[in-house]
């Protein structure tokens, strides 16, 4: 079966932490992704990947830095976590035509 | 721009009950494709259906239902005797396109459906 997996499914941390959220996948997919969902707003993409070391901005990539030193992991950085940054974040990944994301299962992240 | 609306913010239903959960969208490519996913309680978004815009025939899957109108810019979804296991957030999304080329999808603000026995 197919995975995306994120390692924390749950994970406080506090203002002012550097904070990583890490994202492997199995299926050897080019494209990945870090979303973050909030109520309201559904789903805000943060990051994308297409390849190893390559990325581009989302729509909402203030306060966050990613990482892709290998194909099949893709970490997102919370520089200097917030409480604003208190959220929902999913990781998703793909092949490079539009076939669907297969999603991993979030990280609810909380910032106190 | 592109865009995606899902105007119902909740659904409340009683079970057995039909249920049509809407989407519009706005993009100006001519080709794109359009997505549901739906995230139980659990959290993870699970892939429903995906449909490519050259193809607007409405397609079954057991309980579930989608009417793709072009015309009208829907990508509705309809669940036949809904039951407790169909509560859920529903999301809809388009594809757009990155700078790279690459797809990229665009996401609605979901719908949350609550299926009561």
């Known amino acids: 079966d197919v995975k995306v997996t994120q390692s924390s499914r749950y994970l406080v941390k506090r203002t002012g932490e550097k904070v990583f959220l890490e994202c492997v996948q199995d299926?050897?997919?080019?494209?990945m992704f870090w979303y973050r969902q909030d109520p309201g707003l559904g789903l805000r993409l943060i990051y994308f990947?297409?390849?190893?070391?390559?990325?581009e901005k989302g729509d909402i990539p203030e306060g966050y830095s990613v990482s892709r030193e290998k194909k099949e992991r893709f970490s997102l950085i919370l520089e200097s976590a917030s409480t604003n940054q208190t959220s929902m974040y999913l990781c998703a990944s793909s092949l490079p035509q539009g076939y669907g994301y297969t999603f991993g299962s979030g990280t609810r992240l909380t910032v106190v | 721009a592109q865009k995606v609306t899902q105007a119902q913010t909740e659904i409340s239903v009683v079970e057995k009950e039909d249920v049509t959960l809407d989407c519009v969208y706005e993009?100006?490519?001519?080709?794109?494709?359009l997505f549901w996913y739906k995230q139980p309680p659990s959290g993870e978004l699970v892939f429903l259906i995906r449909?490519?815009?050259?193809?607007?025939q409405n397609e079954i899957s057991g309980r579930y239902s989608w009417n793709f109108q072009k015309s009208t810019s829907s990508f509705n979804f309809t669940i036949t005797a809904s039951q407790v296991v169909d509560s859920a957030v529903y999301f809809c999304?388009?594809?757009?396109?990155?700078?790279?080329?690459?797809?990229?999808?665009?996401f609605g603000t979901g719908t949350r459906l609550k299926v009561l026995a």
């Open positions: 993009t100006r490519d001519t080709t794109y494709y």
């Open positions: 990947s297409y390849d190893v070391k390559m990325k």
């Open positions: 449909r490519n815009s050259f193809d607007e």
């Open positions: 999304a388009l594809s757009g396109r990155f700078t790279s080329g690459t797809y990229k999808y665009i």
């Open positions: 299926m050897d997919h080019e494209n």
